[in-house]
């Protein structure tokens, strides 16, 4: 039996002491944007609410929304449904493993997905959904990569109906607030509509385990990393854990907020606006000696759609940064440098 062992009772965890570099600096919460929606959700002065949203992206990186139309009721029923799918034996969870689905759905367990995965490793374990497309869906059949079927936990009575539920409403939630940033960007109010009408949407349902005794950067609940596509909607619960580096560079604490979700923008937003809304870089460091559920919703734009800097972000003092790309295979690149289980996918 090791010293560790004889020292610390089973069941009790020892007490949590951070690397000091891993310690989210605690600020004032009016520090912090906080953006009500509601004016812009009906309509009643869409402009004042974009000039928010712009801002926040903006100069700080990221930002909390209320006000935003999502019942509180849908979003508790959705983090019961998170508790229920991993309190499951891990068996049943396996069982949907991600490597399973050719089109990047179903369970992950600890370990298979590292954001950062030169410096750290993940614990925590999650379940991707997406836009659920049946088999004779014109995309499906063509044959277009992330298109196609969710995988479904049968045994859990009211998760799959639920699930659409949440899904529809942070995709409707998605699409007012791009349309916010697109007038705060100078385009029309409807810029993004066809760029997201078949967008690459996914729910990840996520779970964390609580940790104990000294906490240093080689394992943490998720490393440091920028989301890859456009926008993501995060819903998180009371325990916390969320730290955000702003644009001065500081790791910032995100406690939860009740009623709000935590906005970040991701690496194809900063290519589109070429740089003047920056990817917002985060992590995950759950030390509050409970379970931590969280619900990220990445609202993409379609597989075809190709990231351009826009006309009205580029000028003789902030020239294009960014080479074109394409939305889904970058997508791609990034669950191929992320998750253990795509190093076996062998090439078409």
Known sequence: MSQASMSTPVGVMEPTTLDPA???????FQDIPLVDLSA???????VAVAE??????????????SNHGVPQDLIDRMFEMSRRFFAQPLEAK???????????R?????FEENTDPDLTADLKEGFDLGRHLEPDDPDVLRGLPLHGPNQWPDTLAGFRETSDAYFAAMRSLGQQILRGFAIALDLTPDFFE???DRPLAQLRLLHYPPQDGFVESKTMGCGAHTDYGCLTILAQDPN?????RNAAGDWIAAPPVPGTFVINLGDQMARWTNGRFAATPHRVINVSGRERYSMPFFFDPNFETWIDPLDSCVTETRPAMFQRVQAGPYL???????FSYRKDIKPA
């Open 332 to 338: 791609l690149s990034r669950f191929d440098a992320t």
């Open 194 to 196: 066809t760029k997201v």
């Open 40 to 46: 812009l959700i009906d309509g009643s002065d869409e």
């Open 94 to 104: 396996t069982a949907l493993h991600i490597r399973q689905s050719s089109v990047h």
């Open 240 to 244: 916390g854990g969320l730290q955000v």
């Open 106 to 110: 179903g369970y992950f367990p600890t």
């Open 52 to 65: 928010r949203l712009g801002w926040a992206a903006e100069h700080v990186g990221f930002l909390y929304v």
């Open 22 to 28: 891993l310690i989210g600096r605690q600020i004032a």
